[in-house]
Each structure stands twice: as C-alpha cells, then as structure tokens.
C-alpha cells in the first residue's frame, strides 16, 4: 500500500498542484499497491515504491511543463507566442492527447491545471518582492534553509551570499511567492539541486555506501543527494501535518551530520537520515 508521501500537503504552486492532480487523478492506485506488493522480496518495498511512484509523477509533470514552455517560445520562422495565443493552447492540447495516454475525460482538466503552471514559469520575481523576502530573511532567517550556513546579506560572498530560493522551481511550474521562497546560500543554490523538484530527481538510487560508513564516505555524498535526504524529510512532515513544503522546512532546520536509521543494515539513501530528530517529535 502506497505510503504518506503520495499524500496531499498544502499546496502553495501551480507546480505543485499539476502534480498532485497527476498523483490523484491519472495513476491508478491499485495498479501501484500490486507494485509494492512484487518487490516484497528487496526489503525495501514501501520506500522503492514510492521512488518509482514519485520519479513517474515528476517525470510526467516536468514534461507537461517543459512542452508547454516550449510551445510559447519561438521556433524556425514561428514568432514566440503568449499563454492567450488559440494556436498555442490547441498544439499544447494536442500534445496531451497524442503524446500522453490520459483518459478523454480527463485532458479537459490536466490542460486547465498545465496551462496554470506554464502560466507560472513566466512570471519572475519583482525587485520589490526580492527586497522584501530579502527583508524578512534578515530579520528572520539569517541562515541558508538546506545547510544552515550563516548568510551574507551584502551578497559579495560567493559562497555565503543571500539568494532567493524557489523551493518548487519556477522552471516547473514553481510560483514566484512568498510562500514559495526560502533564502539559500550561494553555495547551495549553484550546485545542490539545478531545479531538482523533488527528492526522486537526483540519483538517489546510487548512493549506497554499506556497512558502518566511514567518515570519508558520509563526506563523498553529493549535495544533490543530501538535498534528497532534507526534501523527503520535508515532505513526510507536510504530509503528516497537511502544511507547505516551506513551513516544514522552517520547523525541520538545515541538514545536519549524515547517520544510519538502522545501525545493523547498510547505508543506502533508504536507511540514511540527515536530522537528528525524528519526525514523531513534531
């Protein structure tokens, strides 16, 4: 049986709620409760479904995305085009039913909830929003959200500077608001996630160090890695609590040393942990 993480949070992005509807609406349930069921023998069955179940669903809703994007730019001798643009809106339609295998039913209200998050990737952030997010992360959130380095807000730092942080990209359908937002450092922002959505979009699958892991080893792990670790913790808690990604990442803190789960099984991605507390505590 499909675990908490296919859950509805609270949705706060166009993104977010194209791939909620993908989730709700267009994959079968029981066709994935079978699933879980056949990988019984890997030990892993709950937590390898939900990694197949969460790759489909962001795999699906980032090309929806990425089609529609590209539909509006322009092409050979075709002038770029608007979200209003008729022949746009029937090619973008036509896309969904000839390349995707989606219920008659259903293209009416999968187009609706595309054209909303395509609508999304075109809207960037204002300098007044930036100032005023930036504002509060001054007074409020002095510290990067994935690894809770102290934040440069002169922004001459490289590393240490202030950058806003679309927590569902915008490339995918991420609105630029403030509940959508969360201050990064510079590190963090140009190499742990390049518009990583989700927690199944970095190779999570490869990192598998055995048993008692080294400290050189938990050092090796990539940044997109850890941001996978901090993600999927996020999202249990948003699911368990019906809140947004952001205020669960506000009540979880930045990531902190990599540790075993279970101290008798090796360290893969699925018995590695990046908090200290566990979840029950909130």
């Given amino acids: 049986m499909l675990s908490r993480l296919v859950m509805k949070y609270e949705i706060k992005t166009a993104g977010e709620q194209l791939a909620y509807f993908i989730q709700d609406r267009i994959l079968s349930r029981a066709a994935w409760d079978k699933f879980s069921d056949e990988l019984t023998c890997t030990g892993r069955s709950d937590a390898l479904c939900d990694f197949f179940h969460e790759v ?35 090619e973008f339609l036509d896309f969904l039913r000839e390349r995707l295998s989606v219920r008659q039913s259903l293209s009416g209200d999968l187009l609706r909830n595309a054209l909303r998050a395509v609508e999304s990737t075109q809207r960037d952030a204002t300098p007044k929003q930036r100032n005023t997010f930036k504002g509060w992360a001054d007074r409020e959130h002095r510290h990067c959200y994935l690894c809770g380095v102290g934040l440069d ?40 996630k390049r518009d990583f959505a989700t927690w199944a979009m970095p190779n999570v699958q490869s990192l598998i160090l055995g048993f008692d892991p080294s400290e050189s080893e938990y050092g090796a792990v990539e940044g997109s890695q850890r941001f996978a670790l901090h993600q999927l913790a996020a999202k249990k808690l948003a699911s368990q609590r019906n809140m947004s990604l952001k205020r669960a990442y506000v009540l979880l803190g930045p990531w902190e040393s990599l540790h075993l789960i279970d101290a008798c099984d090796i360290g893969d991605f699925f018995n590695l942990a990046i908090h200290r507390v566990t979840l029950e505590v909130f």
Avoid: M
Wanted: proline share 5%; hydrophobic share 30%.
């Fill in 153 to 192: 807000f002169t922004e001459q730092d490289p590393v240490r500077k202030f950058t806003l942080e679309h927590i569902w990209p915008q490339r995918f359908g991420g609105d630029s608001i403030e509940d959508n937002w969360l201050p990064a450092c510079g590190s963090c922002n140009s190499r742990k």
């Fill in 56 to 90: 489909t669903v962001i795999n699906l809703t980032c090309r929806i995305v990425a089609a529609g994007t590209s539909l509006l730019r322009a092409s050979g001798e075709r002038p770029a085009r608007s979200l209003q643009d008729t022949n746009f809106e029937k």
